[in-house]
Nanobody, 119 residues
């Protein structure tokens, strides 16, 4: 059994920073790409930022220049910081993990954490 648990989020004011963390546990042998996607009301789920085992990152244009993403030493966790938050960053943020379980890689999603940017 595999668990992907995200943490962080909540209500923040415009201009503040936010840190999200995600950890995979259970019958996980290894991980490939991990990161975060988000879904705002009435919109499709979209990429926020990801990082692969080699440290290569991918991110949405909307957060370029104001984010940092890193992996934990165990390679089963990922941490995202977004700076200078804007109201349009408001969404449910989902952890994404490509994990090697049962002899193959499969994508797992966390339960989602609400981020609200408002004064």
């Amino acid at each position: 059994q595999v668990q992907v648990a995200g943490s962080g989020g909540g209500l923040v004011q415009p201009g503040e920073s936010l840190r999200l963390s995600c950890a995979a546990s259970g019958s996980v042998v290894a991980s490939n790409t991990m990161g975060w996607w988000r879904q705002a009301p009435g919109k499709q789920r979209e990429l926020v930022a990801t990082i692969d085992r080699g440290g290569i990152t991918n991110s949405a244009d909307s957060i370029k220049g104001r984010f940092a993403i890193s992996r934990g030493d165990d390679n089963l966790s990922v941490h995202l910081r977004i700076d200078t938050l804007k109201p349009e960053d408001t969404a449910v943020y989902y952890c994404y993990a490509d994990l090697f379980v049962g002899g193959r890689f499969s994508v797992y999603w966390g339960q989602g954490t609400q981020v609200t940017v408002s004064s």
